[in-house]
T-cell receptor, first 112, second 111 residues
Framework: DTAVSQTPKYLVTQMGNDKSIKCEQN?????MYWYKQDSKKFLKIMFS???????INETVPNRFSPKSPDKAHLNLHINSLELGDSAVYFC???????????FGPGTRLTVL | TQLLEQSPQFLSIQEGENLTVYCNSS?????LQWYRQEPGEGPVLLVT?????EVKKLKRLTFQFGDARKDSSLHITAAQPGDTGLYLC???????????FGTGTQLKVEL
C-alpha cells in the first residue's frame, strides 16, 4: 500500500502552459504539504494544509495554487509556467506539523 | 530564520570506510530529524533526536544530538553501497508550525 502517492512522476511542458500535480495520502494524517527541491537538492516548504485549511504559504508566487478537496488530497496547480519552475515537487503528510514527514515519490517538472 | 548547514556537501568513499556528516545551526532546536533520500524517491525518516547529548544507533548508523541542541552528527561505520543517497537533517522552526531542512549531504559509496 502506497502511503503518499503523487502523479505524474514526470512532467515536461512548455513555458507559459498550465499544469497540475495530484497528491493523495492514505495515512489518515491531518497535515499535508508541498515542497520544492531545486537542482542543488535544497528542500523548501511551499504550502501546508491542516484538515483542508491553508496554514503556511511560503511567499510562493500566485501562479501556484494549492487545492485540498478533502484532508486526504492536496493538489498543486501551476499557471503560466516559467523556466525557473523546473524542479522536483514533493507532496508530504504528517500527523502534526513538525512530526515525521511522509513524502511522496516526487514529480520532476521540466519547463522548456 | 533558523538555518541548518550540513557538511560536507558531497562525499564519495569506498565500501568499508567510515564517515561522519554534520548538521550545524546557530539556533537551538527542540529536536532534529535525519532523513535519507535515494535517487528518484522522497526522503525517508531515519531517526529523531530529542534530548541534548542523546545518542541513537540504527545498525551501522550512529546519530548524536549536541549538548546545546544546536548541532547533530551522523556517523556511518563500514559504509556500503546501499548507504548511497542524500542525507538531510531537519528541525522544527520557532513557533513549531513547520520543519526547516538542512542543505543536504550527497553520499556515494563505491565498491
Amino acid at each position: 500500500d502506497t502511503a503518499v502517492s503523487q502523479t505524474p512522476k514526470y512532467l515536461v511542458t512548455q513555458m507559459g502552459n498550465d499544469k497540475s500535480i495530484k497528491c493523495e495520502q492514505n495515512l489518515g494524517h491531518d497535515t499535508m504539504y508541498w515542497y520544492k527541491q531545486d537542482s542543488k537538492k535544497f528542500l523548501k516548504i511551499m504550502f501546508s494544509y491542516n484538515n483542508k485549511e491553508l496554514i503556511i504559504n511560503e511567499t510562493v508566487p500566485n501562479r501556484f495554487s494549492p487545492k485540498s478537496p478533502d484532508k486526504a488530497h492536496l493538489n498543486l496547480h501551476i499557471n503560466s509556467l516559467e523556466l525557473g519552475d523546473s524542479a522536483v515537487y514533493f507532496c508530504a503528510s504528517s500527523r502534526l506539523a513538525t512530526d515525521t514527514q511522509y513524502f511522496g515519490p516526487g514529480t520532476r517538472l521540466t519547463v522548456l | 530564520t533558523q538555518l541548518l548547514e550540513q557538511s560536507p556537501q558531497f562525499l564519495s568513499i569506498q565500501e568499508g570506510e567510515n564517515l561522519t556528516v554534520y548538521c550545524n545551526s546557530s539556533s537551538v532546536f527542540s529536536s532534529l530529524q535525519w532523513y535519507r533520500q535515494e535517487p528518484g524517491e522522497g526522503p525517508v525518516l531515519l531517526v529523531t533526536v530529542v534530548t541534548g547529548g542523546e545518542v541513537k544507533k540504527l545498525k551501522r548508523l550512529t546519530f548524536q544530538f549536541g549538548d546545546a541542541r544546536k548541532d547533530s552528527s551522523l556517523h556511518i561505520t563500514a559504509a556500503q553501497p546501499g548507504d548511497t543517497g542524500l542525507y538531510l537533517c531537519a528541525g522544527p522552526t520557532v513557533g513549531g508550525n513547520k520543519l526547516t531542512f538542512g542543505t543536504g549531504t550527497q553520499l556515494k559509496v563505491e565498491l
